[in-house]
């Protein structure tokens, strides 16, 4: 211990010790309220969560069904729909209708979402070609494609290219308008750091505006893929010969209610597969993002 001479008595005194200064302890928090702010948010990923949902409704169906809550000849019984879905497999017609639809939907799909895209880069990068693209492609989201049948019916008759063009047109709207609002929510300091390292246009949409837009696109991508099922549904019951909605409007005509849930089943399972696709391809691509998803 060192010594300081007293100023009061001019005799050596023992030295005051300087202790560091202790931040005040913080409140404890009771275990309740703690686990209360640990469960913000959705929490954890359930596992196969997705399928929750169609077991819960299948679930209903079926007890529905047994009850007699649901007529038969209504909505035809689960057990009625898997025989009968088995039978259709057995002769080959479910795996045809299946095939031809599916093309079907993947061109419409593909270049709506190629057309989609390059609409939204041109409007994006250009104030001119905001101008010229914009304007339309807002008329048409306000437009359904229903509405517009009777016209590509009489320009385009009954035929494939009808059926193709009728899905391009539901599927491009929903990419075009979401890369695009991912391409302005691009930061300018991003524009202002290429401008400083002189990259080149093509440099820049590559490096800053395609990542940059990414988000938007894979979320415009999900619409996408759901709106071509649903323009799939419409332009194949009208004068169709073969697909999906040639069956179902087929077993209108006589009266068979299981194909037709047959035909439903099937819509909502290539839809559901078809987004949960989209949504992995999304986790992947934009796992550097942490959000109440993760």
């Known amino acids: 211990m060192t010594t300081q001479v007293d100023p009061l008595t001019a005799r050596p005194g023992p030295a005051t010790v300087r202790r560091p200064l202790r931040r005040p302890a ?6 309740s309220q703690a686990r209360h702010r640990r469960r913000l948010g959705p929490g954890r990923p359930i596992p196969f969560g997705a399928a ?35 039978d259709l497999i057995a002769s080959g017609r479910l795996q045809e209708s299946l095939l031809i639809s ?15 895209t390059v609409l939204a880069l041109v409007a994006g990068l250009s104030r001119w070609g905001e101008a010229v693209i914009d304007g339309p492609v807002q008329i048409k989201r306000a437009i359904p494609a229903l509405a517009l049948l009777p016209l590509l019916i009489l320009w385009l008759g009954i035929d494939e290219r009808m059926k193709v ?34 990259l080149s246009p093509a440099q820049f949409v590559l490096r800053v505006v395609l990542p940059g837009a990414l ?34 409007e087929l ?21 559901l597969l078809s987004d949960g696709a989209v949504r992995l391809v999304q986790r992947r691509a934009l796992s550097w993002r942490r959000t109440l998803a993760d």
Not at 26 to 31: E, F, L, Q
Not at 251 to 271: E, F, H, N, P, S
Request: hydrophobic share 50%; no cysteine; charged share 10%.
């Open 26 to 31: 913080a409140p404890a928090v009771p275990r």
């Open 165 to 198: 063009i009728t899905i391009v047109l539901g599927v491009f709207v929903p990419v075009y308008i979401h890369t695009h609002n991912g391409l302005r929510g691009i930061e300018a300091r991003y524009v202002e750091l290429a401008e400083s390292l002189r």
């Open 251 to 271: 077993a209108r005509q006589y009266g068979q209610t299981d194909i037709i849930i047959v035909g439903l089943v099937l819509y909502g399972i290539l839809g």
């Open 102 to 116: 599916t093309q079907r939907a993947g061109l419409g799909l593909v270049f709506g979402v190629l057309i989609g």
């Open 215 to 248: 988000p938007g696109f894979l979320l415009g991508l999900r619409f996408a893929v759901v709106s071509a099922w649903l323009a799939l549904v419409v332009v194949e019951q009208i004068n169709s010969t073969s697909g999906i909605g040639y069956l179902m």
């Open 52 to 86: 929750v949902g169609p077991l819960l409704l299948l679930t209903v169906w079926s007890i529905g069904s047994l009850t007699g809550l649901l007529d038969e000849r209504t909505l035809s019984a689960p057990w009625t729909v898997l025989a009968t879905t088995g």
